[in-house]
């Protein structure tokens, strides 16, 4: 079992595991399901009270995750819980409140530097874990569909107005739906099985993203999801399904893997026609 990498893993990790644990441990599980803002922010011996275990089953539970101790997870709900938080203003002064140790960390320069380092590594694992396979058979469905709607809502509406715009210069049926007006039924309306749906979205996820890539189903369209776990709600819709894991520094995820990964899509697509 891989570790979470985030709050809806870990979730999904004890709902399944549930009936497995100890009593003691399910005591523990209950308690991170239901007590979002105690994890992230209140003390190792405040959760065990409050969960009415020692201390030291906490340390347990985190070990039956594959945590090296509890720590960890606490810093994944309070990550998870600061990232939630919509303006970066009240981000960043989470951050310096809870975690004042790094000296540093707010200088322009230390920042594109830690932007750099983390986005260079996501690039080479975006590379070397996306399989020929997975990418042929995208360009294959993008080839072959009449029209393509694309669907990004909140951060991943960048990503999604950007494919939008490279299909186009691809000469493709390409048509962003972005809810303009609450129209997103309106939009979606003529998605039909010669269709293509690419759906982008990230934990958490969007739920109106979720809603249209049900509706595409119904349709009998084909669908491409790039998201950012297996465990995504979204990943179970999927023909394809690209797992991009982004680089974060702190409480701020970059959006540069996906980008390169959907301008890859469009360029390939736009040399198939070539062939």
Not at 3 to 32: C, E, F, H, M, P
Not at 52 to 63: N, Y
Not at 66 to 91: C, H, W
């Amino acid at each position: 079992m891989p570790v979470a990498t985030n709050i809806a893993q870990l979730q999904q990790q004890i709902r399944t595991r549930y009936g497995d644990l100890s009593k003691r441990l399910q005591q523990v599980a209950s308690y991170v399901l239901e007590n979002n803002n105690s994890l992230a922010f209140d003390t190792i011996a405040v959760i065990a009270t409050q969960a009415g275990v020692p201390p030291s089953t906490l340390i347990r539970f985190a070990k039956a995750f594959e945590f090296s101790g509890f720590n960890e997870i606490k810093q994944l709900f309070r990550r998870d819980l600061i990232e939630e938080t919509a303006s970066y203003t009240d981000r960043a002064r989470l951050l310096k409140e809870h975690e004042p140790e790094q000296a540093g960390r707010g200088k322009p320069l230390h920042i594109l530097q830690q932007f750099a380092q983390v986005n260079s590594q996501a690039m080479h694992q975006l590379a070397t874990q996306t399989s020929q396979q997975q990418l042929e058979l995208a360009v294959d469905i993008l080839n072959k569909a009449d029209n393509i709607y694309i669907v990004g809502l909140r951060r991943s509406f960048s990503i999604a107005t950007y494919l939008t715009y490279a299909l186009r210069h691809a000469e493709r049926r390409a048509f962003l739906i972005d809810g303009l007006g609450g129209m997103f039924n309106e939009q979606f309306s003529m998605v039909g099985a010669n269709d293509v749906v690419l759906s982008i979205s990230f934990s958490p996820y969007a739920a109106e993203t979720v809603t249209l890539s049900e509706a595409a189903v119904k349709a009998g369209a084909k669908q491409i999801i790039i998201t950012d776990s297996q465990a995504s709600p979204l990943a179970q819709f999927s023909d394809v399904c690209f797992v991009v894991n982004e680089g974060k520094v702190d409480a701020f995820r970059s959006q540069s893997a996906s980008l390169c990964l959907v301008q890859s899509l469009a360029v390939a697509l736009a040399f198939n026609d070539e062939q």
